[in-house]
């Protein structure tokens, strides 16, 4: 896989066959990246409400549930339990306390063309602040939406942050692929939570599982 | 003359407090309130402050005496009510959490000029229907009581006007429908501004016969059917054929509901609104004065055709409707063209839609249903322009009423090739996320359009 030319994003922004939408300026664009900014939305975790996220025991307990797509609910609402959802305006600030790990979203929406796979990779400038801002970084050719991201605070101070921020880079790479197919994320328009419904070997672990009165 | 009762100072003080109190709850409990909303809550509790400390030295002017008490009571009972009204009205339901995420910023832009102290409240509530009304902020409420009067230093009189609109609460997440409250009840709080002030100059041209009871019930209809029909068409001037469309798919649930059209008179509530069958009629005679062109509605022309045969049904409300009905409808059709005039007059030339525009709107739908969320143009420079606010309404509309253009987001979406789907389920995901599309599309027109100017060079 190669990257892209500053040459070669221009010209697939100007055909449309690559999207990054609103396109705020200042745009910028270098060899094999284009910026891309922090939006509105966020989701953090609600640490006084829950004792800790135990994946295969929440994966069992949804396995109570009479249909695949009762679990799936079941899945998704025991994970929406953790967290709560916050946007802000901008010109507002969003406080990243130390060690605090929050999603957030990039205000572009993004659509890649079938031959264009992309990375996001932490700006160095916000990095040297102590913000990560980016671990699950692939986005799949034809991806549509609105990248989720992974902020960190790895500093030993609280830090803001506001919309329309340049957080990261996109990296965009020649990418050679099969038929469309949807991924996991796609069409998003807000942070993901984690799907662990569609994680099929966690149903299989849950049930190798102890059961807590054999613990007991 | 002794009181008849016992004085209610300790309960009137304690629900003062209690009000000043909830007031205070809700406000901390919210982190993030819209400005007009933060400043009128802190006016209602200045209000409450003031008022508790002069009722506490009223009290202790008193002296005991039940006469002087019994009166004080009566003035501050009233001023306790309507505070307690206010409290509820600016707290219940106001949560942004609980409401369309721009929505408010929208008609904010969109209202046009307001008044001094004029608020833009929104309020999500259980209800299957929109409500839109005028409420008094809390200066308004002292006149017409001495005392209120004379606590405020004077008698002001001067209106300040604050905005309610009632939203479904299912309808957070349903940005399409939410044209409804953009385009027809906007027009509803536009209208108060003026305290419908149009309404009496076409009701003296009509010259309503008020003689017999029928007749009055006649003017009833027309009276509150000019407000409608008035906000129906100013929803069609500034958004076209969506505006339609979205009107008539609300209209069928308000009526799956059984929030029936009015077939009877004489309860006001079913009788504010003609017949959704009326309201379409004058909606497409609106529709018709955009002169948008066949052509290019084909792609929704089956969706059109098929409300228009509804409205076109005779020439009067449904043959089973009572005298009433039918002879309010045929008043208020005589007035189309005042009618019309006043929705122009809410609606200016720049705001109002246009071929060209629905033109635009199409290649947008072409974009929602490949799985965009389109917010701006880009130039060859890579200057971007944000779209148009209707635009994107119509591109949703297009997309949610062309089978083609459905099928393709279905296919974008991956659902057709979901055997566990039926037909049904697929569309519903289908229709759940172009809301998605469009919700975050109107997120990014935001954004640009608030982005800081001279950036670009």
């Not at chain 1, 996001?120 to 913000?131: D, Y």
């Not at chain 2, 002292?142 to 405020?152: A, F, H, I, V």
Request: aromatic share 6%; charged share 25%; proline share 5%.
């Amino acid at each position: 896989m190669s990257v892209l030319s500053a040459n070669e994003i221009t010209a697939l922004l100007r055909r449309g066959e690559l999207v990054v939408t609103p396109l705020l300026p200042p745009v910028r664009i270098d060899a094999g990246t284009i910026d891309i900014r922090l939006g509105r939305h966020f989701v953090t975790f609600r640490k006084s409400r829950c004792l800790g996220t135990d994946v295969l025991e929440t994966v069992r307990e949804a396995e109570a549930e009479p249909t695949r797509s009762a679990k799936v609910d079941r899945l998704s609402i025991e994970v929406g339990r953790t967290v709560e959802r916050v946007t802000i305006e901008l010109g507002e600030s969003f406080v990243l306390h130390p060690g605090q790990l929050v999603l957030a979203c990039t205000l572009e929406y993004l659509a890649l063309p079938a031959t264009v796979g992309a990375q996001v990779l932490s700006r160095s400038t916000t990095g040297r602040l102590g913000i990560l801002s980016a671990t699950a970084t692939y986005f799949h050719p034809n991806f549509r939406g609105v990248p989720t991201l992974e902020l960190v605070n790895t500093s030993e101070t609280a830090l803001s942050v506001t919309p329309g921020l340049r957080i990261a880079q996109l990296l965009l790479e020649e990418a050679h692929t099969n038929p469309y197919e949807p991924g996991r994320y796609q069409l998003t328009t807000r942070p993901q939570i984690a799907r662990l419904s569609r994680d099929a070997e966690l149903e299989a672990l849950a049930g190798l599982r102890p059961s807590v009165d054999h613990l007991a | 003359m002794g009181a008849l009762f016992p004085s209610l100072q300790g309960y009137l003080g304690a629900r003062l407090r209690a009000i000043h109190q909830s007031v205070m709850d809700f406000e901390s409990g919210v982190a993030r309130l819209p400005g007009e909303l933060r400043d009128l809550l802190g006016s209602l509790r200045q209000e409450l402050d003031g008022v508790l400390a002069q009722y506490e030295e009223q009290l202790v002017e008193a002296r005991g005496d039940e006469d002087v008490l019994s009166r004080i009571d009566t003035r501050y009972l009233s001023f306790a009510t309507l505070a307690a009204y206010s409290a509820d009205l600016l707290t219940m339901g106001t949560d942004p959490d609980e409401l369309p995420s721009d929505l408010h910023a929208i008609l904010v832009e969109l209202f046009g000029p307001r008044p001094d102290g004029h608020v833009i409240v929104l309020r999500a509530t259980e209800s299957t229907t929109f409500q839109t009304y005028p409420h008094w902020r809390p200066e308004q409420m002292r006149p017409g009581t001495d005392l209120m009067s004379r606590l405020q230093g004077g008698d002001n009189r001067e209106l300040w006007l604050v905005s309610v609109f009632d939203i479904p609460r299912s309808f957070r997440y349903a940005t399409l429908g939410q044209l409804l409250v953009i385009g027809h009840e906007l027009a509803h709080a536009q209208d108060a501004v003026t305290n419908f002030g149009y309404r009496q100059a076409i009701t003296n041209e009509m010259q309503l016969p008020a003689e017999s009871e029928a007749d009055e019930a006649i003017n009833a209809l027309v009276v509150c059917w000019l407000d409608e029909v008035l906000a129906d068409l100013a929803s069609v001037r500034r958004f076209g054929p969506a505006a339609v469309l979205v009107f008539a798919e609300y209209a069928r649930l308000v009526q799956a509901y059984g929030y029936e059209i009015p077939r009877v008179v004489w309860v006001r509530e079913f009788a504010e609104h003609p017949p959704a069958e009326v309201r379409l009629h004058f909606m497409f005679r609106a529709l018709d004065a955009l002169r948008i062109g066949a052509d290019a509605l084909a792609e929704i022309a089956p969706a059109l055709a098929a409300w228009k045969r509804l409205a076109d049904v005779g020439s009067v409300v449904p043959g089973d409707a009572l005298p009433e009905l039918a002879a309010a409808d045929g008043l208020v059709r005589g007035v189309f063209s005042r009618i019309q005039a006043q929705a122009a007059s809410l609606v200016p030339a720049h705001q109002a839609y246009t071929e060209a525009g629905f033109a635009r709107a199409r290649v947008l739908a072409e974009q929602f249903a490949e799985g965009l969320a389109p917010s701006d143009r880009i130039d060859d420079d890579l200057r971007s322009t944000p779209v148009d606010l209707a635009d994107l309404f119509n591109a949703a509309a297009i997309v949610r009423w062309s089978p083609r253009l459905l099928d393709q987001l279905m296919t974008t979406m991956g659902v057709m090739t979901d055997e566990a789907l039926s037909d049904e389920h697929r569309r519903a995901r289908a229709l759940r996320q172009l809301d998605e599309l469009l919700a975050r599309a109107i997120e990014g027109q935001r954004l640009r359009r608030a982005w800081p100017k001279g950036l670009d060079k």
